[in-house]
């Protein structure tokens, strides 16, 4: 499973890819939309995990471009404003993509990972 | 005492919380002004119409009794001429139908007298008297043949003027009594008079048919003031009345005067033309305007009425528009309130979402740091043994979830006084606004019972009013308990579409006097602890928004209990949603 991180905290996104990599997963990160885009033109990833608010472009508009270059992939976003519930009405909109709130258990955060490639094979 | 319990609120108000340039209105002054402008309005026509009224109608019933006065003073003066003036005639034709010879038949004068009594009346007896004065004949019930009259005022003026009607007098025969004389010249150049006394009754008569109403009377006198025949009032014949001889006038003359007792006095005289006497009627001005007297209090009465019924209109109307703008301008300085209020919390809310969010993300970089050395903690052999360190990484990650929790709770709090309408849980309610609430129980010893059961559905209503309305009514438990106090939250299913809320305390209590205005606002008794009196009324108004209702009941020194009902189904205001804060 490749993953690609953006946050516009490196401190955070190096941290967290270094710990995914511990447990195995191949994780590469972005601190701005432009850089993950770039990422995505020479590698392939499975999952992408967002923050909703980046400077320049958002975490929603990056997830628009993304999917249109690889419909497969699949999206998690991370927020560090507002809670679960807020997001569980924004969830409706956005389709089927996961939201967590910052901090994240990175076991929680695993999970929802596995949760969303099997999803993948479901919607075939 | 009465004053003071229909004194109106607004009497005495004064708007001390709302500074002093949102005061719009001086209630006094208002009502003052609408008062007494509308009072000068109504009543000064009113009272001008019904003086210039009162002073003409008095004025016609005056000039009416003065009118009929004189009519009547005429009509009688008339009637005596009449009289007067048909005897005169009568004796001028004897004086002329007969001869002196025949005149001085005792036989043929008697024949004379008796026809004239049977014809036109009114004699007493006729004489002739010659040239010198001596009465040569007479026929009637004195004996008066021979008596030399030349002496007399009458028989001197006769000679002169021809005719004479002479005033009363007493006479040889000392009796009151008045003669027409008239002289008749012969061929020869001598002359004889012929002379007749009339009938004082018949003379009398005349007056007596008057119709004059209570004390008033009609008398004659002569030119002297000499009472001249007895009236109803005045029996001293002769003698001269209480009255001034009236000033000479050709016509009938009205005048106003008082009696000896200063009693208003309608006087009518008129000068009866070629004879001695005076025609006077006297009438009492208080007796013929008795019947205005009555109407006079009668108008009196109504206008009077009149007056205090307008001034009661006016009063009452006055103040009831007053006091209902009084009561607007309340409303009004309360939603100000209210809106500076919210305004503020939601800035508060604003600041604490902000403030969250900045922490939000270098609490998650210390996280993530954080569960790295735990990571390389757990994924390398040389530090998997060292309890103390782990220990150390996991203390720091709890922390960092503590401020998670803290931050979250900040953020959802604040999100929830901009957000409207939505599903929501009391539950979850409670727990939000316990949570900021917790910390201050622990430090004063509040023990805190949350009693929630499960059946209470889910329900709409608005999150942050409600949010508020707990923490007001919890803060204010905390301020009306002592240490070791104990708060109660309990709800209950009131009934298919309503939940209740209470929420009780043990503290101080509130007392019997203070319970009526606890949601008034500006009320306090904490004025002294910074306490805006505002907390509590706008408690009210939120429930109110929210379309339930708060009661409380209280117990000095027991506690003090808030009972909320919420409606389960929320019900939308008519232009709610498109309202907007002016300004």
């Not at chain 1, 924004?90 to 994240?104: C, H, N, Q, T, W």
């Not at chain 2, 003379?203 to 009236?231: C, K, W, Y």
């Given at each position: 499973m490749?993953v690609l991180l953006v946050d516009?905290?490196?401190?955070l996104?190096?941290?967290?890819a270094e ?12 601190t ?5 885009l770039?990422?995505?033109?020479s590698?392939?990833?499975?999952l992408?995990v967002l923050d909703?608010?980046?400077p320049?472009i958002s975490?929603?508009?990056l997830?628009k471009?993304?999917q ?6 699949k999206?998690?976003?991370?927020t560090?404003?507002g809670?679960?519930d ?5 969830a409706?909109e956005a389709?089927k993509?996961?939201y967590?709130v910052?901090?994240?258990?990175i076991e929680?955060?695993?999970e929802?990972?596995?949760e969303?490639v099997q999803q993948?094979?479901d919607d075939? | 005492m ?5 004194k109106p609120?607004f009497w ?11 005061s ?5 002054k ?8 509308t ?5 000064i026509p009113?009272?001008?119409m019904?003086?210039i009224?009162y ?7 005056e000039s009416?009794?003065?009118l009929r ?6 009509n009688t003066?008339?009637s005596i001429s009449?009289?007067?003036d ?7 034709f004897i004086?002329h139908?007969?001869t002196?010879e025949d005149?001085?038949n005792?036989g043929r004068?008697?024949?004379i007298?008796e026809?004239?009594k ?12 010659d040239?010198?004065g ?18 007399q ?18 006479g040889i ?6 003669v ?8 020869d ?6 002379r007749?006394s ?10 007596s ?8 009377d009609a ?5 002297d003031?000499i009472l001249q ?6 029996n ?10 009236p000033?000479?006038s050709t ?7 008082s009696?000896?007792?200063e ?14 006497f005076?025609l006077i009627?006297t009438?009492?001005k208080?007796?013929l ?17 009149s007056?205090s019924?307008?001034?009661m209109?006016?009063?009452?109307v006055?103040?009831?528009l ?8 309340q409303?009004r300085v309360?939603?100000l ?6 305004n503020?919390?939601?800035s508060?809310?604003r600041l ?7 922490i ?14 735990k990571d390389?903690f757990s ?6 043994g060292?309890?103390k360190?782990n220990?150390l990484?996991d203390s720091?990650i709890?922390s ?5 929790a ?5 953020l ?6 901009e957000?409207s309408v ?6 979850s309610?409670v727990?939000d606004?316990l ?9 004063k010893?509040?023990t805190i ?5 499960d059946?209470?559905p ?10 508020q309305i707990?923490?007001n009514?919890i803060?204010n438990?905390?301020?009306?308990m002592?240490e070791?106090?104990?708060l109660?939250i309990?709800v209950?299913r009131?009934n298919e579409?309503k ?9 101080c209590g ?7 205005r606890?949601?008034?606002?500006f009320f306090t ?7 805006t009196?505002l907390g509590?009324s706008?408690t009210?108004g939120l ?6 209702t708060?009661q409380?009941?209280?117990t000095v ?11 389960l189904?929320?019900k ?5 949603g498109n309202?907007?804060i002016a300004?």
């Amino acid at each position: 499973m490749r993953v690609l991180l953006v946050d516009d905290e490196e401190q955070l996104v190096s941290t967290l890819a270094e710990r995914l990599a511990l447990r195995g997963i191949d994780a590469v990160w972005a601190t701005s939309s432009t850089a993950a885009l770039e990422l995505a033109q020479s590698e392939t990833f499975d999952l992408a995990v967002l923050d909703v608010k980046i400077p320049k472009i958002s975490g929603l508009e990056l997830k628009k471009r993304l999917q249109a270059l690889y419909p497969q992939m699949k999206f998690i976003f991370m927020t560090g404003h507002g809670s679960e519930d807020d997001f569980k009405i924004g969830a409706a909109e956005a389709g089927k993509d996961f939201y967590l709130v910052k901090p994240v258990k990175i076991e929680s955060l695993i999970e929802k990972m596995n949760e969303v490639v099997q999803q993948k094979g479901d919607d075939k | 005492m009465i004053a003071i319990r229909f004194k109106p609120k607004f009497w005495d108000h004064q708007d001390v919380a709302a500074g002093p340039f949102k005061s719009l209105f001086n209630f006094r002054k208002i009502w003052k002004l609408a008062v007494f402008l509308t009072a000068g309005v109504a009543l000064i026509p009113l009272i001008f119409m019904a003086t210039i009224d009162y002073n003409v109608a008095q004025n016609a019933i005056e000039s009416e009794i003065l009118l009929r006065t004189s009519r009547l003073v005429s009509n009688t003066r008339r009637s005596i001429s009449f009289f007067l003036d048909e005897r005169k005639l009568a004796l001028n034709f004897i004086i002329h139908d007969n001869t002196l010879e025949d005149l001085n038949n005792p036989g043929r004068l008697s024949e004379i007298l008796e026809n004239l009594k049977k014809s036109i009346g009114g004699f007493c007896d006729i004489g002739v008297i010659d040239e010198s004065g001596v009465q040569v004949n007479y026929v009637g019930p004195y004996h008066l043949i021979g008596v030399d009259y030349s002496n007399q005022a009458w028989y001197r003026e006769v000679v002169e003027r021809h005719v004479y009607i002479s005033d009363v007098f007493l006479g040889i025969r000392h009796v009151p009594h008045f003669v027409i004389a008239v002289k008749h010249n012969l061929p020869d150049g001598s002359f004889f008079v012929i002379r007749a006394s009339l009938d004082m009754d018949w003379f009398r008569a005349l007056l007596s048919d008057i119709e004059l109403v209570g004390t008033g009377d009609a008398f004659i006198i002569n030119q002297d003031g000499i009472l001249q025949m007895p009236s109803r009032y005045q029996n001293a014949v002769l003698e001269k009345v209480p009255l001034s001889v009236p000033e000479y006038s050709t016509n009938t003359v009205v005048y106003q005067t008082s009696d000896k007792d200063e009693r208003d006095l309608i006087v009518g005289y008129a000068y009866i033309t070629d004879t001695p006497f005076i025609l006077i009627v006297t009438k009492q001005k208080t007796e013929l305007m008795k019947p205005w007297f009555e109407t006079r209090s009668q108008l009196t009465g109504f206008l009077i009425f009149s007056i205090s019924a307008i001034l009661m209109v006016i009063i009452g109307v006055s103040t009831y528009l007053v006091n209902n703008v009084y009561l607007a301008d309340q409303r009004r300085v309360m939603t100000l309130h209210q809106v500076e209020y919210a305004n503020k919390l939601a800035s508060i809310g604003r600041l604490a979402a902000g403030v969250a969010h900045e922490i939000n993300n270098p609490l998650a970089i210390i996280n993530e740091k954080a569960g790295l050395i735990k990571d390389i903690f757990s994924f390398r052999k040389e530090y998997t043994g060292d309890a103390k360190l782990n220990g150390l990484v996991d203390s720091i990650i709890s922390s960092v979830e503590r401020c998670g929790a803290i931050t979250k709770r900040l953020l959802n709090f604040a999100r929830h006084i901009e957000v409207s309408v939505q599903k929501l849980s009391i539950q979850s309610v409670v727990n939000d606004v316990l949570g900021f609430l917790v910390k201050e129980a622990e430090y004063k010893s509040i023990t805190i019972a949350v009693d929630i059961p499960d059946d209470i559905p889910e329900f709409e209503s608005d999150r942050g009013k409600l949010q508020q309305i707990l923490l007001n009514l919890i803060n204010n438990a905390f301020a009306a308990m002592t240490e070791g106090g104990l708060l109660e939250i309990k709800v209950s299913r009131h009934n298919e579409d309503k939940i209740a809320v209470m929420v009780a305390d043990n503290g101080c209590g509130i007392s019997e006097s203070d319970m009526k205005r606890v949601f008034e606002p500006f009320f306090t008794t904490k004025s002294r602890t910074g306490g805006t009196g505002l907390g509590l009324s706008i408690t009210y108004g939120l429930v109110q928004e929210i379309g339930g209702t708060i009661q409380v009941h209280s117990t000095v020194g027991k506690g003090t209990r808030f009972n909320i009902m919420l409606p389960l189904t929320y019900k939308k205001k008519k232009g709610e949603g498109n309202a907007c804060i002016a300004g």
